[in-house]
């Protein structure tokens, strides 16, 4: 029915390199149905959540409107990566390692803005505590992002001796 001799086109099919781009393999394997099914168990039931806190109404809190929408977050974020191939997992979370910026402003915000009535230093020192983990991610991020670019440069010859 389908010829794959057609789509080689006359390339080296014994080269490796060559072969997966042709005919790429799944390097996590086939989905469990286990997993498919909580995932689609997950959406449905945080959709629906979702869209009825969302109404509000005054029904639910605005704490747990909020701690509804970080649970969702981590949802979100757990599939995203690890809907990632391999290849790029290492590129992409340098990336947000380094948009973890976002989180310095509100650290700095905590540690410079009076956020309570009282005089209560425990906002300050949870937001040196996160400004401090975030600089640690930011610059962590850029030093993977350099040392992974570093190993596709070309390396220098060594220097024949005359002699």
Known sequence: ???????????????ETVRRAFHPTS???????????????????????AAFASEGGGLVSPSVYEF?????AVFVGY??????????????????NAISSVIVVGALLAVGVSLTTSDSSVAKIFGFLALTMASV??????????????????????????G
Do not use: C, E, Q
Request: charged content about 15%; hydrophobic content about 50%.
């Open 1 to 15: 029915m389908f010829d794959r001799s057609a789509t080689t086109a006359g390339n080296d099919m014994s080269n």
């Open 27 to 49: 390097s996590r394997g086939p989905v469990s149905m286990k997993r498919a099914f909580l995932s689609a168990l997950a959406a449905a039931l945080l959709l629906p959540t």
């Open 68 to 72: 509804m929408v970080f649970v969702i």
């Open 79 to 96: 599939y995203v990566v690890w809907s990632v191939t391999p290849a790029l997992h290492t590129p992409l979370m340098s990336v947000t």
């Open 137 to 162: 991610n930011i610059f962590g991020g850029f030093l993977v992002t350099n040392r992974m670019l570093s190993m596709y440069k070309k390396k220098d010859a060594p220097a024949k001796k005359n």
